[in-house]
Every structure is written in C-alpha cells, then in structure tokens.
DNA sequence: TTGTAGGCGTTATCAA
DNA sequence: TTGATAACGCCTACAA
C-alpha cells in the first residue's frame, strides 16, 4: 500500500506550491499552462484524488445529495423508484455528485433527517419524490433556503420551487384517445380519491379527452385506494351500471390489473386461443383495459400501460438541482416529461 | 438562521473547555456525571451535531457505507434490489452509518469507483451483490483490505471474507417437496446454465430433494437464460418430452411465468370458473409452476414462489460489516437465510 | 477530571 | 503567475 497522496505530494512533486496545484484543479484558467501541464502529470502519475473531507471543510460544501428510499408498497407501483434511483445516481456521477439514501416513516422524520444530514453530512441538496398539497417538507427546506428539486409538481403554487414531473393528464388522455380511435365512446375511469394531486390529474386527462370527444364523461367513473382488489371491485360495479362502459382506463397498474379480471369475468375473453406473444395465454379481454406506469406487472401481463420516462425524469432532477447549486441563485424553469402509451394485448 | 454550532459553541454555553464536549461525545465514562448532562443539555438546547468532515478529517472514517444500483434488468427480478436496499438504509442508520449509491456498467468501472470513493470520500466499506466465481472486485477490495460484505456467497471458498446469502437450494428442495408432497413424482426444473452459483445451487436443491425421494432427476430439467421466453420454450420443450414432468419448478419468476404458459397451452386450466382470489383468473394450471424471487409479478400473477428474506439479508449485510468496521479485526461467520416457500394459485 | 496545543487536507486571502 | 499563511471543526496526545 503506497502512502496517502495529498495535494502536498503533488505540489513537491512536480515543484511547486500547494497553492498551484489547487489552483490547477479549482481555477485552471490563472495558471500558466506549462505549470498546469506538470502538475497534472503529477497528479496522473500519483492517481491524486482530492480529498472530500478537507475540501467539505474548506467550502461548506459535500457535493452530495439525498434521496428518500420508500418502503416498497404493494411492490407493484413501487418498482417506479428502481429505474429512477439508478437514473438518478448515474447523472449525479456526470456531474460529480454522488446520491446518498435515507429512509423516513412519515413527513415529521423526514424533516428531522433534513436537519440531520444537513448539520452533520452538509448535504449540498435534496430530491423529493411524491409531493402533494401543502407539503411541509418543502416548506421547511424553502424556509432555510436549502436546494431541493421535487419530482412531482407543488399543486399549490406551479412556481414554489424547481420540479419535475409527468404529465399524467396527458398519459390518460393519450389511453383515453386510443381508445377513441378504436371506436369506443363509453369510457371509463378508475382512479383514486379526489385530493391527490396526481389522482386528479390523471382524471382530468381522461375526463377532458371524452368531453373533446363530445362524450359526457358523467357516471363513467369511479374512485378507489390503490389495489388488486379494489380495481376488480370498482370496474365490476361500473360496468354493471345501466349502460356500462366499453373500455377503462385506470390511474394505475394495480387497478387495472384488478379491472381486467372484472372485465374477464363480466365478458368472457373472445380470443381464448390466441397465443401471439409472451403473455397471450391473458388474451385480449372484451372490454379493453390500459393502465399506468407501465410496470414489470404490466409488461409480464401484457397489460397496455402509459409510460413514465423515470430515467429522464430522474436526470432532469439532476440537472435543476446541478444548476441551482452550481449556478445563479435564480430558480430554474421546470420540467414537465410526456408518458407514452405502450401497447399490449389489453387494448 | 442561526450561526453554525461548532464544539466550541456548545462549550461556552456549558462553560467547560472543546474537549470536554468531545469526551462526552466520544468518551463519556472519563466525564464526571454533571458535568456531562449539563454538556448534553447544552448539546439539547443548541441542536449541536458534529460535523462528519471535521471528524473524518481526524479519524479517517466517514461512517459511510456503498451500494451499487443496477440497471433494472427485465424489471421483474430486478425489483429485487428495490427491497434489499430499503433495508440496507434502515439498518445502516440505525447502526450510524449512511448509505451511498453508486452505479458500474461492469466489474472494471466497478473497481475504478471503488478507488474513487475510497480515496476521495474515504469510504468505510461495501455490499456487493451477486457475487459470482473468481470474482475480481472482491479479489481488489481484499488485496488493499478494505471492508466488505457480499450478498452472495463466495463460490470458490467460503471462507474468504464475510457474506450473507439466502439458501437457494432449501428454496427449490421445498419447492420440490411441496409438490412431492402433492403426489407427483415427476417434477421438472427450469434453470439456468450450468457455471454461475446461484443457478446451480438451485438447481442442485431440486434435484437432491427428487433423488431423496426416490426418483431419477435425469431428463427433468432444462437449461436456459432467464426470460418469460425463454421459460415458455424450454417449458414447453420439457412437457412434449416422452414422459413429461407433471409439475415444474423454475430458478426464477421470468423462467415460471413463461412456464405457465406453456403449462397452460399443454393442458387447458381444469379450473377456468374458479375465482378464488385477486389472480383467480388465472386459474390452476393442470401442471403446478413454482418460480424463485416473490416478485411483485409473480404476486399479481397468482404465482406460487420461493421467498427470499431480502430486508433481513441487507440488515445482516450491515451487521457485518459493521462488525468489522466497529468491532475486533477479525472475520465475521457469513449468514445464511432460509428462504420460504408463499403458496399462490399455481401450485 | 479538565484544559491546552497541534494538525488532519484543503482553499481563500493576500503578498511577492 | 506563484507562494506563504490562516482557517474550516474536530480529535488525540499531553499537561494541569
């Protein structure tokens, strides 16, 4: 094991103050190039690496930025936060921050975290995800000035604060419109609890494509907590009413897994024989469902989902976050990402 | 906003000197008990947190700990991770530490971060996950003796350094007990190619439990790289044979569920009417599948699967490397978990 | 049991 | 353009 290389093993190194060979690394530009030249060989051919702590001491500033790791729900709609983690950490790496996880049971320990990575870790940042009305998360954080970027529009307020999200209005809109365009008028929707802002949202999509449609979305839809069952329960009763809907589009993969097997079981499947694909043995059911997320559930089912673009969405966090600690203090311009729907044998 | 709270604060507001406030951080017994709750109360009132630079720029410890994220795969096992690492976080804080992400496209990157984080931000150890034969990034970490645990055992030497891993043998031995115990006699296995440890510790659990019982294992099993596809032929391969499995386990949920196709395609369900739970639709197949991993798709699919522990294995991954990294300098015993088997519909 | 001095590796300030 | 000096907050000797 060869000895701890410092800044100072450089600088004798290649025969010049420590200063210098700060200065090469931090402000390149006011050293002569010959000078920046030697040190950086001296620094390749020691395999220098500045070291965080001292520099963290120095600056205030750790280059790394947390994010909350959920306890996985159902499983099935939590999987969202694999692919947006590792799109995380990987454009943190590019623009040289690292992604540090904490855990948080409710709203009140997380913020008690905030204030523990903060004092203690000197976190440069943080990245929220699911936000919703009156969050007092982002309250805090705004209140000490501490960057953040959340993944999920403020409701309250479109200009609170940086974020990025997916038009979900849009996704269940462009689900809604295939449906359309496959001839079907009598739509419906399962979706959460009004409240929610992304429940709302993505009801407000489908509810404004019917109306653009010229059909009364009224009696088309109904509202459920997330779930298997509660999909299946919902789905049958709407498509018991008196004039029944033709298709349905839900707010997520869950309740549309739960609305197929009410459809299945409402209208038996015309094509029990097919068999055109990985998941063929599902067919394709009667009363045609699409979901949302687009989860591994959806993929293996075979059920026709919208899509989030998790990675890019992730990325895009970044990049906000980047820009507000690396750049002007003025708020970055949000990003809003389109879903797209991913067709399968549901619809 | 208040000024920063240093250990120089909180000794003026306790009137006593830094060090003292440092002993009764670090070494509470040498403090006279008054002296040390008026220190705490100080520490109370002022919300005082040691800075983690200052003390790593002393101790050369970070009390951080990394993990890589990897690419979700086909998304149905790589859920997997999603699990493990919410566990891992929790234990890690409970313990003191934090854990940090990291991504690697292959064991070359993966080394070049490990010498990065070491050097740059003094990384106090690692959890690798699925570790496999001749392993070179535990061959780099134990050369320059830095702390590590794998999730997965090292194939070549049990002995080589601390590891948590899940019995995946007792999976497939009690998988095929299940059905041994279910009468049949016949039972099939679809694994993947012989050389990697997981996979042929599966497979080897299945065929002991076969000979135990009595029957000839030749013949019953297939070899295939995981996906829903390749399942579904190899599958389907195995039942057309002379004298085909009556049921089938398989080394992954991917594997089962294409399996399930083909079992389902073979011999048409006995119980199509059936609607005994959120997946009824799927029915019983007339040959019982079982798949590996519990993933979120095998639950929404209604498949019968051997569970993994995957929150206890990230909380012992923790407790031994912190043992390592708190404790005396030797090696921790490696820990292996029972896997359990969850009975769904298909089998 | 408590206090004083020095230094970990870096960068900011200022002088040469 | 380069170099000397001080300071970031903490901990480990050692002295009182």
Redesign the interface.
């Given at each position: 094991?060869s000895e701890k290389?410092t800044i100072a093993t450089v600088a004798r190194h290649a025969q010049v103050s420590r200063q210098t060979v700060s200065n090469v690394l931090n402000s390149p530009h006011v050293v002569r190039e010959e000078t920046r030249r030697r040190v950086q060989e001296a620094i390749d051919a020691l395999?220098y690496?500045?070291?965080?702590?001292?520099r963290?001491?120095r600056t205030g500033r750790?280059r790394?930025i947390a994010v909350r790791?959920?306890?996985?729900r159902?499983?099935?709609n939590?999987?969202v936060?694999?692919?947006f983690?590792?799109g995380l950490?990987?454009t943190a790496?590019a623009a040289g921050y690292?992604?540090?996880?904490?855990?948080a049971a409710d709203a009140a320990a997380e913020i008690a975290t905030f204030?523990?990575l903060l004092?203690?870790?000197?976190l440069d940042g943080f990245v929220l995800t699911g936000t919703d009305h009156g969050d007092p998360r982002t309250a805090w954080l705004a209140e000490?000035?501490v960057p953040f970027v959340t993944f999920g529009r403020p409701w309250d307020d479109p200009d609170a604060h940086p974020w990025v999200d997916v038009d979900g209005a849009a996704g269940t809109a462009q689900a809604t419109g295939h449906l359309l365009a496959a001839g079907h008028r009598r739509i419906g929707f399962i979706g959460w609890p009004a409240g929610s802002g992304v429940g709302d949202d993505r009801r407000a999509g489908w509810r404004e494509a019917l109306r653009a449609a010229g059909v009364d979305p009224a009696g088309l839809d109904r509202e459920a907590v997330d779930g298997?069952?509660e999909g299946?329960r919902l789905a049958a009763d709407l498509l018991a009413a008196a004039s029944p809907p033709t298709a349905l589009v839900c707010a997520s993969d869950s309740l549309a897994?739960?609305a197929?097997?009410a459809a299945?079981?409402a209208a038996p499947s015309t094509a029990t024989a097919a068999?055109t694909g990985?998941?063929?043995?599902?067919g394709a059911p009667a009363v045609p469902v699409i979901g949302f997320d687009d989860?591994?559930?959806a993929?293996?089912?075979g059920l026709t989902s919208v899509s989030q673009p998790l990675g890019d969405a992730a990325a895009r966090c970044v990049d906000l976050l980047t820009a507000v600690l690396d750049g002007p203090p003025r708020t970055p311009a949000p990003v809003l990402l389109q879903p797209s729907l991913v067709l399968r044998h549901t619809a």
């Open positions: 094991m290389v395999g690496r500045a070291s965080q702590a001292a963290q001491m750790s790394l790791i959920e306890p996985t159902d499983g099935i939590g999987s936060l694999d692919r983690l590792h950490t990987e790496e690292r992604a540090m996880l904490y855990t204030d523990d004092s203690a870790y000197d000490r000035a298997i069952a299946e897994l739960g197929l097997q299945r079981a068999h990985p998941a063929a043995h599902t989860t591994p559930v993929a293996a089912v």
